[in-house]
Nanobody, 125 residues
Framework: QVQLVESGGGLVQAGGSLRLSCTAS????????IGWFRQAPGKEREFVAA????????RYSDSVKGRFTISRDNAKATVYLQMNSLKPEDTAVYCC??????????????????WGQGTQVTVSS
């Protein structure tokens, strides 16, 4: 399995921006779909965005579409989540995850076999 490590979380005011990074190691990941999920206190984990490692296809949840952008740098084995126009409701622990399944199931937690530890994002009002 691929190992994933997130970074880039922090505290930001509403309307601000953050960029999260998910760096992969351990095995070939050229066939992986990488997804970002988030979990707020007292809520279930939810899908945020996903990208095919080639970058040719992406998916977003409706709650972040138009504000967040997922991208990848193959040379650095890293997937990024650029988060703009942040809102207090974006406050959560953000985790990246990897799967060899297709983008058809990219929004489903059960499709992912590798998970990072997560990084906290806090948006103050």
């Amino acid at each position: 399995q691929v190992q994933l490590v997130e970074s880039g979380g922090g505290l930001v005011q509403a309307g601000g921006s953050l960029r999260l990074s998910c760096t992969a190691s351990g095995r070939t990941f050229s066939s992986y779909v990488i997804g970002w999920f988030r979990q707020a206190p007292g809520k279930e984990r939810e899908f945020v965005a996903a990208i095919v490692w080639s970058g040719s296809s992406t998916r977003y949840s409706d709650s972040v579409k138009g504000r967040f952008t997922i991208s990848r740098d193959n040379a650095k084995a890293t997937v990024y989540l650029q988060m703009n126009s942040l809102k207090p409701e974006d406050t959560a622990v953000y985790c990246c995850a990897g799967t060899t399944s297709s983008m058809f199931t990219a929004t489903r937690e059960y499709a992912y076999s590798s998970w990072g530890q997560g990084t906290q994002v806090t948006v103050s009002s």
